[in-house]
């Protein structure tokens, strides 16, 4: 589950438009491969808080993303010496990733335009 924090308080969960974890992993490991705990913690602190992604969702996620081939996964040693698989973008990952910044923008700006 991705929450959203606002001011410091956690709020029910919130529905995301359908893709939008997916995007968020995608331009998370596209800067280097990262283990699943790293990868929600650069996506809250990035955020500066503001969304936090729950293992539920995220080991999920990842598991369909390499499914679909857009990320894979190597085993390696954490930063404390244990085991963890780090996940880094494959080459057709990259085009996705290009594709889904594209519909996200095309779609806040369509959603900004409504808003005003």
């Known amino acids: 589950m991705?929450?959203?924090?606002?001011?410091?308080?956690?709020?029910?969960?919130?529905d995301l438009l359908q893709g939008t974890l997916d995007l968020l992993i995608l331009r998370t490991v596209?800067?280097?491969?990262?283990?699943?705990?790293?990868?929600?913690?650069?996506?809250?602190?990035?955020?500066?808080?503001?969304?936090?992604?729950?293992?539920?969702?995220?080991?999920?996620a990842l598991h369909r993303l390499e499914y679909k081939g857009w990320i894979q996964a190597d085993w390696g040693a954490s930063e404390n010496n244990r085991k963890a698989k780090y996940y880094s973008l494959t080459r057709t990952g990259r085009k996705q990733l290009e594709a889904e910044v594209e519909n996200w923008e095309r779609?806040?700006?369509a959603i900004a335009l409504v808003l005003k």
């Open 30 to 60: 596209a800067f280097a491969p990262m283990h699943g705990w790293g990868i929600a913690q650069r996506i809250q602190q990035v955020s500066e808080d503001a969304l936090q992604i729950g293992q539920g969702s995220l080991y999920p």
């Open 107 to 109: 779609i806040s700006t």
């Open 2 to 14: 991705l929450l959203l924090n606002v001011e410091g308080n956690m709020p029910p969960s919130t």
